[in-house]
């Protein structure tokens, strides 16, 4: 039986998703997480999904396509929730909103120091591929000292 109700986020919903980055350690001095809310509401093949529980936000992911495959940031569920499957719930509903979408494959990035993430991550059913990940700021202003 889920214990999550997963939506799209609402406006109403944006300063308690920010909130909820910020509590589960998610947000970075280089990442606003309203301009990271807005930049992806504002994306045709990206959202934000928001899930309740007992009538609380208590989890949420961002989810998108680049045209090729699907990816996941801010999964993140309430550190007072934590360990009662609702991370697996959150995935679950990334995973279905990709597939509405027609992806086939979802790729997700984790820092390989944290060991705990890509622990979770396995259990939900996910396989290390070993890749280089490469970057480079396209806004070289944006790139933290
Ligand atoms: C990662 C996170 C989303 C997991 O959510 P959760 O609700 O605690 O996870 P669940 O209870 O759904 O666990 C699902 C499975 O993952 C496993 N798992 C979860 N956290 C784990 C951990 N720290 N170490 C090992 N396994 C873990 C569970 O044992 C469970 O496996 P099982 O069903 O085989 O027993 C949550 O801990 C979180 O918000 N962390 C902070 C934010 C974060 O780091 N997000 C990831 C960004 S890349």
Sequence with gaps: ???????????ADVEAVADLWARCGLTRPWNDP???????????????????????I??????GH?????????????????GSGLGREI????????????????????RTDNTKVIDFYTSVGYDVEERVNMAKWLDPAKKPA
């Design 66 to 82: 680049d045209g090729h495959r699907g990816t996941v940031y801010y999964v993140c569920v309430d550190p007072r929730r934590q």
């Design 34 to 56: 309203h301009t990271d809310i807005a930049f992806a509401r504002a994306a045709p093949s990206a959202t934000i999904l928001v899930g309740r529980a007992d009538g609380a």
């Design 91 to 110: 995935m679950a509903a990334a995973e279905d909103w990709l597939r509405g979408q027609g992806v086939w494959k979802l790729n997700l990035m984790v």
């Design 1 to 11: 039986m889920p214990k999550l109700t997963v939506t799209e986020i609402t406006n």
């Design 58 to 63: 208590a989890a949420s992911a961002m989810v």
